[in-house]
């Protein structure tokens, strides 16, 4: 069965660094998302993403965070400038339309460690 | 914003034994939609059992079955005949019928012991 993938499954990096979190989404998907769960916290919804924009923001996406769709396969999440604060797992997600019954499938995530 | 609580962070049940993992949400929407996620550890979430608002009968999906209860709003998973394979986090998550993100609660451990 088609999984959506995430790669590093770790990163860590130096608060000010900028960090890029990658995912292969379901081929046959439109609609992309990142969501993050920091330690012992709820997993938060961050962004969607469909036909080359941002299609739903949450407040917690500010101006250090960017996606992109750089070519066909990969939807990456930058952070300009990470801060101790962003420490998390980072889940991508993919589904086939934005339908409410659609189901969003998850990636294994990345864990974020600033320091 | 809808909040989803999940007042277990942590269960257990004997192998072959009935659990019922809780979940509450608070909104004002009438139309939405519920999830349970199953995470196993160092593997990606997936979806367990989904439930629309408008539906009165109780979503089923072979040994998991959920107890939804509107008025209340409560969305409880129950797993029958528990196996070892479902040990996991399961996560309640919700769905407004007009936006595409989900909310989560923040999960319960769930521990199987042969």
């Given at each position: ?115 | ?11 257990s049940v ?32 997936i979806l ?67």
């Amino acid at each position: 069965e088609p999984e959506v993938t995430q790669t590093p499954s770790h990163q860590v990096t130096q608060m000010g660094q900028e960090v890029i979190l990658r995912c292969v989404p379901i081929s046959n998907h439109l609609y992309f998302y990142w969501y993050r769960q920091i330690l012992g916290q709820k997993v938060e919804f961050l962004v969607s993403f469909y036909n080359n924009e941002i299609s739903e923001k949450s407040e917690i996406f500010d101006d250090q965070f960017s996606v992109e769709r750089p070519d066909g396969s990969n939807f990456t999440l930058k952070i300009r400038s990470t801060k101790l604060e962003d420490s998390a797992m980072y889940f991508c997600a993919s589904s086939e339309w934005e339908t409410h019954t659609d189901t969003q499938y998850f990636g294994p995530g990345t864990r974020l460690t600033v320091l | 914003a809808q909040t989803v609580t999940q007042s277990q962070p942590e269960m257990s049940v004997q192998e072959a034994e009935t659990v019922t993992l809780s979940c509450t949400y608070d909104t004002s929407e009438s139309d939405y939609y519920l999830f349970w996620y199953k995470q196993p550890p160092s593997r990606q979430m997936i979806l367990v059992i989904r439930q629309e608002a408008y539906k009165q009968q109780n979503a089923t999906e072979n040994r998991f079955s959920v107890n939804f209860q509107k008025a209340a709003k409560s969305f409880s998973l129950k797993i029958s005949d528990s196996q070892l394979g479902d040990a996991a986090m399961y996560f309640c998550a919700y769905r407004s019928d007009t936006g595409n993100q989900f909310y989560f609660g923040t999960g319960t451990s769930l521990t199987v012991i042969p």
